[in-house]
């Protein structure tokens, strides 16, 4: 696998990683059941992973930054990049593993009442918490994803190719080439040679 390949790899890790991050916070990752005496109904109030655990979401938009990040650095500016994006998918896992668990009694009678569906649940019975851990999961593999990409980012994306004069604009090549030319007469010049001089005669 060459240095483009793995760039690209990166990237698409990146991509994937904070994008299924934002999806997956955005489902039930718990429904809580609240009762309520007879005749009302009981409470249920899904609760999302943004509102379980809310660094999910801004964890995720992290990752999908950090890749115009590596495009726009290189070098060691680059091994920074990566190792900010491995620091915030062990974040991103912490949140996932930290979703997996029920809420207690206490927070689970908590997100009902936030949620407007508070009113007359029976204070002798606690709420019954119903975990979907497929979406706190799915977002532990897309923690994983990031976390790969950062190591990689931090160990290798030193020598991958960056935004640098291959895509400048001809204009400012053609700036380059003459400031260079410029600094080498004068070097000429520094020397004692005459580049003029070599210029007539040549002709």
Known sequence: MN???????ALGLVVLGGAGALLTSGRAWQTVTAPRPRPFA???VDVSGRTLEPA?????????AGVVAVLATRGIARRVVGALLAAAALGLA????????SVSASRARSLVSDAGSGAGLDPTRPPLVAVHAAWPILTLICALA???AGVAVALWGHRWVALSGRYEAPATR???DEHRAQASLWSDLDRGHDPTGEARTQT
Do not use: M, N
């Open 146 to 148: 990031v976390l790969i």
């Open 42 to 44: 009981d409470a249920v």
């Open 94 to 101: 912490w949140t996932a593993i930290a979703g997996l668990p």
């Open 56 to 64: 999910v979401a801004a964890l995720g938009v992290v990752a999908l």
């Open 3 to 9: 240095d483009r390949t793995r760039f690209a790899a």
């Open 174 to 176: 053609e700036a380059t």
